[in-house]
T-cell receptor
Framework: AQTVTQSQPEMSVQEAETVTLSCTYDTSESDYYLFWYKQPPSRQMILVIRQEAYKQQNATENRFSVNFQKAAKSFSLKISDSQLGDAAMYFCAYRHTWNTGNQFYFGTGTSLTVIP | GAVVSQHPSRVICKSGTSVKIECRSLDFQATTMFWYRQFPKQSLMLMATSNEGSKATYEQGVEKDKFLINHASLTLSTLTVTSAHPEDSSFYIC??????????FGPGTRLLVL
């Protein structure tokens, strides 16, 4: 089974600074998708960013960007100019492209605190 | 777009009763819906995968007779917790896919069984 590892249970960042959340995964596939989801205190899961494994270019969404290292099976999330609203649990997730069941594999999460 | 709703958002019930949770995709047709359970400060645990018009596929260790899933249409899936007990108290989240790549999540349902 695929595994997704987030080695940082908790992280903190000063407001307006940059923070990087780590994620590694294990797979024997060459085509897959990777995601970062945010879960604020409301517990609503929100898609932050998505990366297709066949794309070499790192995905970006405004202040959020990823560093996708396919050979190293690493998928880190960088949050620039951190804001108080960024405080949340962040989950890294993996999905096969061929899996018609669409099952996602989630990491254990990283709790991000933003310090004013 | 890609909004998923859940109802109710919070429910308290007595032990032994059944509780139904609805998951709806509001602005898209979802061929597949998922049901997760999340304990405090933990990750999401997939319970079952639900495809419209067919039986749900349950993950290992999830009792299908206890957690009944019905996916009656492309926009509605329901999870019924039968004969609920205090250990079933948890946060239940559904998600739906409109495209193969991404899951969109509902806001979750907090179940408390007394």
């Amino acid at each position: 089974a695929q595994t997704v590892t987030q080695s940082q249970p908790e992280m903190s960042v000063q407001e307006a600074e940059t923070v990087t959340l780590s994620c590694t995964y294990d797979t024997s596939e060459s085509d897959y998708y990777l995601f970062w989801y945010k879960q604020p205190p409301s517990r609503q899961m929100i898609l932050v960013i998505r990366q297709e494994a066949y794309k070499q270019q790192n995905a970006t969404e405004n202040r959020f960007s990823v560093n996708f290292q396919k050979a190293a099976k690493s998928f880190s999330l960088k949050i620039s100019d951190s804001q108080l609203g960024d405080a949340a649990m962040y989950f890294c997730a993996y999905r096969h492209t061929w899996n018609t069941g669409n099952q996602f594999y989630f990491g254990t999460g990283t709790s991000l605190t933003v310090i004013p | 777009g890609a909004v998923v709703s859940q109802h109710p958002s919070r429910v308290i019930c007595k032990s032994g009763t059944s509780v139904k949770i609805e998951c709806r995709s509001l602005d898209f047709q979802a061929t597949t819906m998922f049901w997760y359970r999340q304990f405090p400060k933990q990750s999401l645990m997939l319970m079952a995968t639900s495809n419209e018009g067919s039986k749900a596929t349950y993950e290992q260790g999830v009792e299908k007779d206890k957690f009944l899933i019905n996916h009656a249409s492309l926009t509605l899936s329901t999870l019924t917790v039968t004969s609920a007990h205090p250990e079933d108290s948890s946060f239940y989240i559904c998600s739906a896919t409109s495209s193969p790549e991404t899951q969109y999540f509902g806001p979750g349902t907090r179940l408390l069984v007394l």
